[in-house]
């Protein structure tokens, strides 16, 4: 089995679900007493949240490339970022490290691509829905087309991951809002929806919505199944 290094913490509670995830996969394909062969590198994310606010990217860049290299060092041979939005400096770290990177959106667009599906809804942080680093893969690299909410879903999307999701918190009334922009991106065309951000699985079920999720955070972990087993 190789040794996978986890970059976590941004946050918490999803990064909880990609340690659980991953050692599941291991368990379920080895059996016995098997047990995934991690090396968990878990941040702060408070100065994290404050340079994304700021929109200090370079800094964030230098950050995420020192925590890859600390996890390469230990022993990490592939490396793991646990969260969607700070795939923003995925090529900023895979050139700073000698090992290979598992790319979030890739193991997304495999599945979808498996599904069968072609236009996808994406949810996530404003960054990762209104920039180019997330989309642009899946529709350059992948042929899919992606669409995102229009104005004011947007906003309520972002603003229930940062005011609540990051602190643990999942209410009803969120989830019936997150359910209503996924009916909204139905309508125009979505075949399923993209959670492209690691907490929202935290938020919406399969069960709730009116289309096929795409649980990024699964699949990632999937992915990274592989990746141990492959070794």
Known sequence: MRTLGLLGGMTWHSTVDYYRLVNEGVYARLGGAHSAS??????????????????????????????????????????????NTMHRLAEDVARVVSI??????????VEARRLGMGRLGLLGTRYT??????????????????????EPDRTRVHEVIYGELVHGEVKESSRRA????????????????????????????????????????????????????AG
């Open 129 to 150: 829905m209104e920039q180019d680093f997330y989309r642009g893969r899946l529709e350059r690299d992948h042929g899919l087309e992606v669409i995102i909410p229009e």
């Open 38 to 83: 991690l090396l968990l590198l878990s941040v702060d994310f408070a100065p994290v949240e404050d340079l994304q606010r700021q929109g200090d990217w370079v800094g964030l860049g230098r950050r995420m490339g020192e925590w890859a290299r600390t996890l390469e060092a230990a022993g990490a041979q592939g490396l793991v970022i646990c969260t």
């Open 178 to 229: 997150y359910v209503a922009v996924i009916e909204a991106l139905k309508a125009r065309g979505a075949e399923g929806v993209v959670l492209g951000c690691t907490e929202i699985p935290l938020l919406v079920r399969a069960q709730d919505s009116p289309l096929p999720l795409l649980d990024t955070t699964a699949l990632h972990a999937a992915a990274a199944v592989e990746f141990l087993l």
């Open 100 to 109: 290979p990177l598992l790319h979030i959106a890739d193991a997304t667009a």
